[in-house]
């Protein structure tokens, strides 16, 4: 949306503007594409590892065989956290914190480790630390997840994948194979996805040659809401309410009465997409999948989504409020066996090496990021003292 003050063109959520250039992502809003370094996501996101992946999204092309072994080991060998980060996570799951403030606490403290940096310490020893964060992150969102539950740590393991290593340490026991590539499905799904808000609050910190620690806890600041990672627990719930309200016949007149008070539904409409996410194709798949057994939910599921669009259509006419990737995000974490609190926090960890990458794109050819803003205020007022105000 944009207006006109006064002769200036005003962009308000700097919508449709073009803050740089980059190589890691081209998000077709119009068609429905995305690409990913080159690859359309649908091409990889079911047959990668995430390891391959977060190494695409950082070196700009896929890990040949050793490259790959070299790469896992390494990440494998960084997955231990502090003592203090482990001692901080337990006071927040003390605190009933949520996630993902522990996330973003236990990330920054990461800074007790690296010491004094800033973000012109070049590309080898800030990969470094972007590892260092990416193979932490869901440790400590494990751990804090088990001290929430009264348990205690489990340390993460070396000879699993980043996606079944994360599901031991929540659950103590190693996943199937169905929902460990259900989960990097989603990893990879949802790893890189142009200048959204969280990307975009990490290249400006980086901008000020911050550091990649304040950048990625900045960027999770900016992920925790719910206009941006925090839908799908509730696109979740709406699908449950229905199916306990006697289903899908009950569908039109929930969905009715959430529009007809004004509310939002979860997991539908895009800054971007001006028809159906990609990512919801991808994760639609991935969800058809793990719900084979659970007979005639994931169709349940999906005659839920069409009449959410025919809803959306009538309500909103000519807005094209399409499906985004946080419906199917909610089918996926669910079969995986994860619970909605959780959700926004996996989102985290798998835009993790998105961030990183975005933030060593902007260091490469860096220039402040500084917009302006238009005043509309009052001009030469008089100071007057307290007594007298
Ligand atoms: C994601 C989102 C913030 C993007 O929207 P945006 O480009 O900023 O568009 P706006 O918020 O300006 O909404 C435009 C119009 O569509 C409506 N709209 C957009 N998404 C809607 C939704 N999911 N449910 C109901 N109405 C919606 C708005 O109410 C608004 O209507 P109005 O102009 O009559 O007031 C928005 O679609 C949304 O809130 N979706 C639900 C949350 C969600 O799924 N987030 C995850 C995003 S990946």
Redesign the pocket.
């Known amino acids: ?1 944009s207006t006109i003050t006064n002769e200036l063109q005003i962009y308000k ?1 700097l ?1 449709g503007i073009y803050a740089d250039t980059t190589t890691l992502s081209n998000v077709n809003g119009k068609e429905g594409i995305l690409t990913i370094r080159g690859y359309r996501l649908e091409e990889f996101a079911d047959k990668a590892s995430h390891e391959e992946v977060i190494y695409l999204l950082l070196y700009g092309k896929f890990p040949n065989k050793q490259q790959l072994k070299s790469f896992v080991e390494k990440i494998s060998h960084l997955r231990e956290i502090p003592e203090i980060t482990i001692n901080l996570l337990r006071a927040a799951a003390s605190a009933k914190n949520h996630p993902m403030d522990a996330l973003r606490m236990g990330v920054a403290s990461l800074s007790i480790e690296t010491g004094e940096i800033f973000g012109d310490v070049g590309r080898e020893r800030n990969i470094e630390v972007g590892l260092r964060v990416i193979a932490t992150l869901p440790t400590m969102l494990a751990a804090f997840w088990r001290f929430k539950e009264g348990k205690e740590a489990i340390h993460p393991r070396k000879d699993l994948s980043h996606a079944a290593n994360f599901l031991y340490m929540l659950t103590g026991q190693e996943p199937s194979s169905a929902r460990e590539r259900a989960l990097t499905t989603y990893l990879n799904t949802v790893g890189e996805h142009g200048l959204n808000a969280s990307t975009f609050t990490g290249r400006v910190i980086v901008s000020t040659d911050s550091d990649l620690i304040s950048a990625v806890t900045g960027s999770i600041g900016a992920l925790k809401g ?3 990672g925090g ?1 799908p627990g509730p ?1 979740l719930d709406m699908i449950f309410e229905i199916q306990e309200l006697g289903g899908i016949d009950q569908a039109e007149k929930y969905i009715r009465t959430k ?1 007809d008070n004004k ?9 971007v997409y001006e028809v159906r ?1 990609p990512r919801a194709y991808v994760l639609s798949h991935a969800a058809k999948d793990l719900f084979q057994d659970r007979q005639g939910f994931y169709e349940f599921v999906t005659a839920i989504e069409d009449k959410v669009i025919k809803l ?1 259509e009538e ?2 006419p000519g ?1 094209r ?1 399409q499906t ?3 419906f199917y995000t909610a089918l996926v974490l669910h079969g995986v066996g994860l619970e909605p609190d959780i959700f926004s926090s996996i989102f985290a960890m798998a835009r993790t090496s998105g961030w990183i990458a975005h933030d060593l794109e902007q260091l490469e050819n860096n220039r402040l990021i500084r917009p302006r803003i238009k005043y509309t205020g009052d001009f030469d007022k008089k100071w007057v003292s307290v007594e007298n105000r």
């Open positions: 949306m959520g919508e719910p206009k941006h839908a696109a529009l509310e939002r539904i979860m997991g539908f409409g895009h800054r996410d959306l309500y909103k807005r409020i985004n990737v946080e």
